[in-house]
């Protein structure tokens, strides 16, 4: 133990504002991230809770054009699949949403979760193995956070084969795709949520969630 | 869109040092939260970012006292059966550790996931349904860095079944667990985790995690 934690006295608030400004971001600048801010947001990730403290995130930068194309692909096919589910009023609002920042984001980062790792020797999981994936979602959270701490824009893709994104990727059998992070300085900055100002789905209040026993 | 984000100068910094100091708490002091806190808390987890705006995390405050003994028992079971896992050295550093406070936390979280929520309206979970549980976990790490940034600690109590715990609150069928929280102000302030402190499991390098294709 060293000295703990002393933030200033409006930093609590401070953190409340990053919450609200956090935001799935899908519309990108294109010039790229300062040099270092990637490996100093991936150090940050790794200050996660994990169980048994196996971190068992594993970060893949997808740089080679031909890589990102596999992706992309991925997405068009998965995402014109998914609108054909849609009719009428709400097949021509999913047609207007923008639901990925792959074509200008200057950093593509799949994330992974190792399901087989040895590290944490099993504790905490034996009753829930499901808590190693839980840990790297963890990881993707904080890092989502500490890059808006410094300017730079999340956006998650999840409408992507997985299979399609571990194969071009050619990572271990054991490695469990979970995610897929675009990265970059946003062109707009909001504190509601897209998908709330194009009216497909409001938030929700407290009373909805939050029980007593 | 509003004003944007502007945080101080130091901000990023303080954030990170949150990041170090946030930990997983087992050892509280069992004076309760300042009122108002618990609901101030929930609030900063609804926060989190959700697939298609699912919003799927359930908080149930335990505060009945039988309601609790069934979840101590469960975590004594497992544990206990955790504990035959392992052997010689690693058997004894096992029955040393500290791995829940349950006794002692003021505040008792067992948070859900519906998995048969129909806001979101399937948006973004076509391919990968389990970004529902991803949203949730998402919350619970919100809702930890919201509460350590106001001197509350939270620990995470993997080791119960979850058919135990779903069974004793009587919670929705659809209603996935997915973990236990304890919340309460700590005793002992650390920026490295116990684990490594206790010689488990040590933290890995950057290197370890982070590739490039």
Same mark, same amino acid.
């Given at each position: ?5 002393t933030?200033s ?13 956090? =935001?799935d971001?899908?519309?990108? !600048?294109?010039h790229?991230?300062e040099?270092?801010?990637?490996d100093? %947001?991936?150090d ?5 809770p994990?169980? *048994?403290?196996?971190q068992?995130?594993r #970060?893949?930068?997808v740089e080679?054009a031909?890589l990102r194309?596999?992706?992309a ?5 998965e ?9 009428d009023?709400?097949?021509r609002?999913?047609?207007? /949403?923008?639901?990925?920042?792959? +074509?200008e ?5 799949a ?7 040895? =590290?944490g020797?099993? %504790? ?19 890092l989502w /956070?500490?890059?808006?701490s410094?300017?730079? *824009? ?5 409408i %992507? ?5 571990? +194969? ?13 992070l ?10 509601d949520?897209?998908?709330? !100002?194009?009216?497909?789905?409001e938030?929700?209040? =407290?009373?909805?969630? #939050?029980f007593r026993?």
């Amino acid at each position: 133990m060293t000295d703990a934690f002393t933030p200033s006295d409006d930093f609590s608030a401070q953190f409340d504002s990053l919450l609200a400004w956090r =935001r799935d971001v899908r519309r990108f !600048r294109t010039h790229p991230l300062e040099p270092g801010l990637l490996d100093d %947001l991936i150090d940050r990730a790794c200050l996660a809770p994990s169980v *048994g403290n196996a971190q068992p995130w594993r #970060f893949v930068s997808v740089e080679d054009a031909d890589l990102r194309a596999v992706v992309a692909e991925s997405f068009a096919k998965e995402n014109a699949a998914a609108a054909d589910a849609y009719e009428d009023d709400q097949a021509r609002l999913y047609g207007e /949403l923008k639901l990925a920042g792959l +074509k200008e984001a200057p950093v593509h980062l799949a994330v992974f979760s190792e399901a087989e790792t040895e =590290r944490g020797g099993g %504790l905490g999981r034996q009753t829930m193995p499901e808590t190693l994936i839980y840990s790297t979602i963890c990881a993707i959270h904080t890092l989502w /956070l500490a890059a808006r701490s410094r300017g730079v *824009g999340v956006g998650w893709v999840s409408i %992507l084969d997985p299979g399609d994104v571990s +194969k071009a990727l050619k990572v271990p059998e054991s490695w469990q795709f979970v995610g897929y992070l675009c990265l970059g300085y946003p062109i707009e900055n909001h504190d509601d949520p897209e998908l709330v !100002r194009h009216g497909w789905q409001e938030r929700i209040d =407290r009373s909805d969630v #939050f029980f007593r026993r």
